[in-house]
């Protein structure tokens, strides 16, 4: 059981930043980690992930602009988001798995707006 808690999300305008954090209970150096985002009416779509071997993944929607990254030492894996756009807009949520087992997190907003 990994329990993953979410933060770094709020209100932001178009072409700004944000930085979110996903931290775990345990230690994640086998997981598999990804980075979902949920906007209002639609269905939760994978943003990033990243390997144990640390090989990462981009939504081409976001490639040049998201950044994944982990910290296996602190457990914890982090999304840089630059030159954010309002379609960027929604609940994104941690996901970390491994031999078939998944856990999320509970998720954090993000609004670009201005």
């Known amino acids: 059981q990994v329990h993953l808690e979410e933060s770094g999300g709020g209100l932001v305008q178009p072409g700004g930043s944000l930085r979110l954090s996903c931290a775990a209970s345990?230690?994640?150096?086998?997981?598999?980690m990804g980075w979902y985002r949920q906007a209002p009416g639609k269905k939760r779509d994978l943003v990033a992930s990243?390997?144990?071997?640390?090989?990462?993944n981009y939504a081409d929607s976001v490639k040049g602009r998201f950044t994944i990254s982990r910290d296996n030492a602190r457990n914890t894996v982090y999304l840089q988001m630059n030159s954010l756009k309002v379609e960027d807009t929604g609940v994104y949520y941690c996901?970390?798995?491994?031999?078939?087992?998944?856990?999320w997190g509970q998720g954090t907003q993000v609004t670009v707006s201005s």
């Open positions: 996901k970390a798995s491994t031999w078939g087992l998944a856990w």
């Open positions: 345990g230690s994640i150096f086998n997981y598999f």
């Open positions: 990243i390997t144990s071997e640390e090989i990462t």
